[in-house]
């Protein structure tokens, strides 16, 4: 099974100009494909599923390091911030990996059709993010996304019958729990994911953690227990990793976006701590990093 799924994405990615990520037509599914170990990449996560069919990759999420290789994946259930890097890639063996995001709008009308009492969501305890196995019928659900792209008068009628399928297998899996609370999230969520919610749509503003642990309904030791067990991190350092992609998403989409309007964008009162976190982050200072990120995409 898997070896079906690694041709189909060799075959994709040898007929294809430019660079990896490749966004494709299919809703939600992106490639990806590299040639040589990468340096770590501080993203955004959207709730999705990471596939890798070749090769390796480190991903890490506050404190949290995960190492998954072919016939794993990342199971992302919670939008925030983490890095990722490849780690084992060549020229004959290329990493190989396929990202199906979820659609939760989906996954939640697959939830309600299954009746099942075995289903229950986890609790705000259980990490959003974890490695886990791709096979059987969920690798064959990613084979036939990948292998739709060939027909792509087909996609409109048949990739959203493989997504809710998809669904079911991953909500009927050992990861059900978590997949059930990432549906139910979007109607009902926590009251701790409406503090992150809100942490993460006021990040450029200062933000008191009390303020947070109220709209959580806990105390602040509380709080700050169940938040870095969902997600890894301290509030601050969520905050701040939010900040940090998206003044490099500013510095890399627009000429007039310098170092110091993008830390003042993002809430930064210190361009010279921006700068120093920046290169903390990334590696290097914002400018030189901007600057490289632009040639190695030309």
């Not at 990342?74 to 060549?90: D, H, N, Y």
Request: glycine share 6%; with cysteine; aromatic share 6%.
């Amino acid at each position: 099974m898997l070896s079906a799924l690694t041709d189909a994405l060799w075959h994709y990615t040898n007929t294809r100009p430019g660079p990896s990520p490749f966004v494709t037509e299919v809703p939600g599914l992106t490639i990806l494909r590299a040639d040589h170990e990468k340096r770590p990449n501080l993203l955004l996560y959207k709730p999705a599923l990471c596939v890798v069919a070749q090769g390796a990759k480190t991903a890490v999420a506050g404190d949290r390091r995960m190492e998954y290789g072919a016939g794993q994946a990342l199971l992302v259930s919670l939008e925030m911030p983490a890095s990722g890097r490849v780690t084992e890639a060549s020229d004959t063996e290329p990493y190989l990996g396929a990202i199906v995001e979820f659609d939760l709008a989906v996954l939640g009308d697959v939830l309600a059709s299954i009746d099942s009492p075995r289903i229950v969501p986890a609790d705000d305890a259980e990490p959003a993010v974890s490695v886990i196995a791709v096979e059987g019928p969920v690798a064959d659900c990613v084979t036939r996304l990948v292998r739709l792209l060939e027909t792509p008068l087909a996609i409109p009628v048949v990739a959203p019958a493989i997504m809710r399928e998809l669904s079911y297998w991953l909500l009927t899996g050992p990861q059900g729990g978590t997949l059930a609370r990432l549906a139910l999230a979007q109607a009902h969520p926590t009251r701790l994911l409406h503090a992150i919610h809100a942490l993460r749509d006021r990040f450029a503003e200062p933000v008191r953690v009390e303020e947070l642990a109220s709209v959580a309904q806990l105390s602040l030791s509380a709080f700050h227990r169940q938040f870095k067990q969902l997600t890894s991190m301290t509030p601050l350092q969520y905050q701040k990793q939010l900040r940090l992609i998206e003044a490099r998403r500013l510095m890399l989409s627009s000429e007039a976006a310098n170092a110091e309007a993008a830390a003042y964008a993002v809430g930064y009162e210190s361009a010279s701590q921006f700068s120093r976190e920046y290169a903390r982050m990334f590696g290097s200072p914002p400018r030189r990093d901007v600057a490289s990120m632009r040639s190695s995409a030309a």
